[in-house]
Antibody, heavy 119, light 107 residues
């Protein structure tokens, strides 16, 4: 069965770039009809879409984060990645990778990884 | 942007109670409304999609209704494992914004 697993540094310094990778196991990231995306949740707060990428390479970013976000896919490694630049303490959150449908509902989530922005 | 507003923000109830959570969209979203359950330290779990369709494996005590701008999630008889935070999500527009959540606590 398809599974998602986030990986990356748990601590990032202010003004630096947060980089996370999501490894897809149990299936191919090149499957059609699905997107691959990132959702975050600050401690004690709600869920916020960061963005998503279609298997063809089309990307969709949250307008509030668009200037700082890049999502890409590496089909050779069956992974997709998130880069968020110029981070501040407000970017401290649990970051989830996810597989939304074309209707943007999410049945498949990674377990989440906490990223803290602090010097 | 479509804003999603849930009420109440928190709710205390007892095992066996019937509970209703409301979600309101800032504009009509037809039936493009999903509900998730999240327990502490875990990823959200999809319960209801398209306003009233029960996700496979979800107990039938969960139900959803509504269309347009007003939606409800109902738990017919609360079980101990239902105490969690619930989020609505509109999937009418790209990415689909979430509500702020409703925390369901034991009375």
């Amino acid at each position: 069965q398809l599974q998602l697993q986030e990986s990356g540094p748990g601590l990032v310094k202010p003004s630096e770039t947060l980089s996370l990778t999501c490894t897809v196991s149990g299936g191919s990231i090149s499957s059609s009809s699905y997107y691959w995306g990132w959702i975050r949740q600050p401690p004690g707060k709600g869920l916020e879409w960061i963005g998503s990428i279609y298997y063809s390479g089309s990307t969709y970013y949250n307008p509030s984060l668009k200037s700082r976000v890049t999502i890409s896919v590496d089909t050779s490694k069956n992974q997709f990645s998130l880069k968020l630049s110029s981070v501040t303490a407000a970017d401290t959150a649990v970051y989830y990778c996810a597989r939304p449908t074309q209707q943007w509902l999410v049945r498949l989530w990674g377990q989440g990884t906490l990223v803290t922005v602090s010097s | 942007d479509i804003q999603m507003t849930q009420s109440p923000s928190s709710l205390s109830a007892s095992v066996g109670d019937r509970v209703t959570i409301t979600c309101r969209a800032s504009q009509s979203i037809s039936s493009y409304l999903n509900w998730y359950q999240q327990k502490p330290g875990k990823a959200p779990k999809l319960l209801i999609y398209a306003a009233s369709s029960l996700q496979s494996g979800v107990p039938s005590r969960f139900s959803g209704s509504g269309s347009g701008t007003d939606f409800t999630l109902t738990i017919s008889s609360l079980q101990p494992e239902d105490f969690a935070t619930y989020y609505c999500q509109q999937s009418y527009s790209t990415l689909g914004t979430f509500g702020q959540g409703t925390k369901l606590e034991i009375k």
